[in-house]
């Protein structure tokens, strides 16, 4: 009999990231409309507006789900009156980008059917308008901190030399014919200015945010509508219309992709390194193509393009005096250098007035360290000149870090021991005594050391990332070794956290080192973690869990679905299988992959297996009220089956609801017996006794497993699609082994992640009993499962 429909749609909810296939369709079907109208078959100006009619259309939907609220955040806050007008200004800003979008789509559909004398007049009205509310929409949305008028002008001259060498190329190719030389000339240097906008913010420090997304992509899209509007009126206009077809699509598609990452609480506060060589590189190769086609058309630079090449000459000397007086200033006084070597044992001379050096900033000696020590106080400067421990420490770090020359480069390095043993104070000064001795041994003479904590340290230093994470690795080693302290020997297990030295506050780097090395010792310890964004929203969202779940069972925010397990020769079903859900209303809904690591840290499993067990036996008495036998199975983790007392507290649920013992399954993950696998022998053997079937999930195909299936007392064996087969793949050798050895050892075989027709055959011709997957039934709440169950009739084991 067919699985009912319902089974066929799914119940998960709206993944968190927005999957990128209608983006991707649209830029091939564009890329297919620029062939033909290179080709000929379509006119280029049908071409500019069948991708521009496409790309608004998806980022005005986009945008327009964002303006009413469909897929901001800011819809559902919670808070006070300023926190949802802050909150509300990327609701604001999406519903302006998106008129902005329209418009932009609007002046290039309009512009196959006006007449060839209007087609300019048209497309600068679009351009006027289009300018108008991409201005109010990028000055709704959320502003960075200013900087200063000195790194503002900095920034001004990195991109003038590019700005200038664009405007060269933009009037080098700009058609000829009946242009006169002044508004060529206004049209050349707009198209630069935009385009070395989108190349700067592109490329910028903060070029992942959703802030320079929606700016690169409102430059590309009004350097679209330019181009547009400095064609020619007459027939000449032809290929080169489609010119602007890449910028008009790529632009609006960015601006709706930027307005949904700043809706997403992403105002770009993350920075990275800036990219240099696109600057330096990119026009360069643009003037130098611009200037063999003009040379291949045998025509000369004329003198508005000599003045414009000479003009890239100040920008760049200007650039570089504002760079070398930026690195010749004194330091100011809060990034004054402090000491930072305990092991230092000679005064080195004070720094002298230029850029600090690494001598200079670790000289336990020097009239600066001195100053600054004492400024902080009596207690700071008697750590300062003991090595920097705690506070002072880290203050000398956070001066070291702002005192480092422009640019920076290089790497920051922190380190946790995590000792095995609690040591006492004493224990522990020594401890950290000799780990920044050890690390000062390690480093170079060039890297700084600084004692951060009673067992934890830092390590700045200018070496490139590799050659980062090789002193990383050495240090890993060199840490790890026992210490022997006041008569005991400590053991560590360190971690190191790796951030580079970006542009950015001293306070900033350390929070990126320090959040790599809490990800190393979430990951086992012993290891060496780069900082990227990414991971800095894995440990957010980790710290939310983590917040979050005490108190889940008491607040009724967790949940089971249920995915039937059926008989593959009938298509009936003979069971289901209880999978927890968190119904968070913060964190949306979390699974157990993601909820179970963080239960098991914070010594939850059981209080929530507990749950589990209990809701589904009251729920399997529910559905066998009309005498239906069905099982129920229930995962369970090593850790709980471990626990003296699961056995008979199942046994007491069991007769709480008046539940048979072989209508319950236990199911353990095959992966994780191994390491306690006596303990897991005898509670599987304690339930089997007591009538409770047992289960090995997630089995894998190895010889180890197929070895310790034997010791194991367990009535089903679930595999998985490494045994089944990819999607579409007929022959199973595999899960023909499998099911010929379950045979022999008396076990019944349960097909599961079936995803296509082609497996759930090869499951069945290779003598599978039953099977689960999402071609067969979903997961469902028990409302949906009762009713699926409706239409088969009661059956008997």
Known sequence: MPVPSVFRVAVFPVAAHRPILPEVGVLAVVAVLVV????GPVPALAVVALAGAAGSTLAGVRLSRLAVGVDSPAANLVGGRLARRRAARPRRAAALLHAAVVTAGLTAAVLPVASAGYRPTAALAGLAGTTALLGGGLFSLPHRPRTSARSRLRHLLDGAAPGVGLVLVAWLLLPYADVPAPVRLAVAA?????????LTVSTGPHRDSGIARCRAGAALTLLALVLLAALPAGPDAGRAALLAVPPLVTGVLLVAAGVRRVAQADAGTVRSAPWIWPRAVLPAVAVMLAVVQQLQAGLLPDRTAVLLALTAVPALVARELLGGAGQGDPPAPEAAPTATAPTATAPTAPAAPTAPTAAALTAPASATAMAAAAAAGPTAAAGAFAGGGGPAGRAALLLALGARPEPASGALLVVDLHLTELPGPVA????????????????????????????????????????????????????????????????????????ELVPGRPEDLLRQADLARRRAAQLGRDRVEWYDAYLEEQLVRRLDLERELPGAVARGELDLVY?????????????????LRWRNPVLGTVFP???????????????????????????????????????????????????????????????????????????????????????VTARLAGLRSMGIRTALDDF??????????????????????????????RHHPLLDVVVTVADRLGLEVVAEELESAHQVEGALRAGCRYGQGFE???????????AYFEEFPSTSR
């Not at 067969?776 to 009762?786: G, S």
């Open 36 to 39: 033909l109208g290179v080709t």
């Open 190 to 198: 707009v198209l630069g200015v935009l385009a070395v906008d989108v």
């Open 428 to 499: 522990r000064d020594d401890v950290a005594a000799e780990a920044v001795h050890r690390a000062r041994a390690v480093a170079t003479a060039d890297e700084e050391v600084f004692d951060l904590t009673g067992t934890g340290l830092a390590v700045v230093t200018r070496a490139g990332p590799v050659l980062a994470y090789a002193l990383g690795t050495r240090l890993l080693g060199e840490l790890a070794r026992p210490y022997e302290v006041s008569g005991a020997v400590l053991r560590a297990r360190p971690s190191v956290g790796l951030a």
């Open 563 to 579: 995915q039937p397990v059926l008989g593959l020769a009938d298509r009936s079903p003979v069971g289901t299988e209880a999978l």
């Open 593 to 679: 992959t993601e909820l179970l690591p963080v239960a098991e840290d914070l010594d939850m499993v059981g209080e929530l297996g507990a749950w589990v067990l209990d809701r589904a036996c009251r729920q399997l008495a529910d559905w066998s009220v009309g005498g239906r036998r069905l099982w129920m199975a229930v995962n369970v983790t090593t850790r709980e089956l471990t626990s003296p007392d699961f056995v008979p507290r199942t046994a007491a649920v069991l007769e709480a609801y008046g539940v048979g013992p072989d209508q319950l399954v236990v199911e353990v993950a095959e992966p994780r017996v191994a390491a306690d696998l006596p303990t």
């Open 700 to 729: 894998r195909v190895e010889q180890a497993s197929l070895t310790q299936l034997r010791r194991l007392p367990i009535d089903l064996l679930k595999v998985g699609p490494e045994a089944v087969g990819a999607i579409g793949d």
């Open 776 to 786: 067969l039934a979903r997961p469902a709440t028990a409302e949906r499962v009762e």
